[in-house]
């Protein structure tokens, strides 16, 4: 089993373009999550999503939009970059009704310049 | 205030000694979570736990429930354990984890 995969690792995006991170999962786990991790920030929840086809807001929602397509993948978009998106964005899984410990994928290292 | 506090941020130790990281929390928890980072950047889960004491190799983790309080142990410490280690918790019932900022520990040989 892979576990929970993230394209790309390393992304540069100049202010105002648009793209999306993916994340899948193989451990047939119900509920997904993005986080984004800045120094002396800690882990920060932007979306996510309970199981196929819902989704729900994090602390940090804003600038960004989810798509959870199926039970395997969770994309996050950000329509139009900005540099205060500058971040490392971890996705993670948890097998979900009641069971909490999280599974992280390696990361994406986004910087908006 | 952060609803969930680390001490230290910064551990610096010699080889085999032992480390204590502690994490205090304000609010109700279902379980409270133990990460790894390492500084390649990925994170692990080590422990999740709503109770008592939980022990995997070198590694040890407390909580008191009463006293919102839990602590991280490692014995005879390598410098392999350099990481970043992250205390979280989930309440309500909810998945959601609400994070500390993390404590670096820095094993010299």
């Known amino acids: 089993n892979a576990g929970v995969t993230q394209t790309p690792k390393f992304q540069v995006l100049k202010t105002g373009q648009s793209m999306t991170l993916q994340c899948a999962q193989d451990?047939?786990?119900?509920?997904m999550y993005w986080y984004r991790q800045d120094p002396g920030m800690g882990l920060r929840l932007i979306y996510y999503?309970?199981?196929?086809?819902?989704?729900d807001k994090g602390e940090v929602p804003n600038g960004y939009n989810v798509s959870r397509l199926n039970k395997r993948e969770f994309s996050l978009r950000l329509e139009s970059a900005a540099p205060s998106q500058t971040s490392v964005y971890f996705c993670a899984s948890t097998p979900g009704e009641g069971t909490y410990e999280q599974y992280f994928g390696p990361g994406t290292r986004l910087t908006v310049t | 205030k952060n609803e969930v506090e680390q001490s230290p941020q910064n551990l610096t130790a010699q080889e085999g000694e032992f480390i204590t990281i502690n994490c205090s929390y304000s609010v109700g928890i279902s379980a409270l979570h133990w990460l790894q980072q390492h500084p390649g950047g990925g994170i692990v889960s080590l422990f999740m736990l709503s109770s008592g004491k939980k022990k995997h190799g070198r590694l040890i983790a407390t909580i008191n429930i009463q006293e919102k309080h839990s602590s991280l142990h490692i014995t005879a410490s390598h410098p392999r354990d350099s990481a970043v280690y992250i205390c979280a918790v989930s309440t309500g019932g909810s998945e959601k984890l609400v994070f500390g900022k993390g404590t670096k520990l820095t094993v010299n040989p």
């Open positions: 999503s309970a199981s196929e086809g819902t989704t």
């Open positions: 451990m047939n786990h119900n509920s």
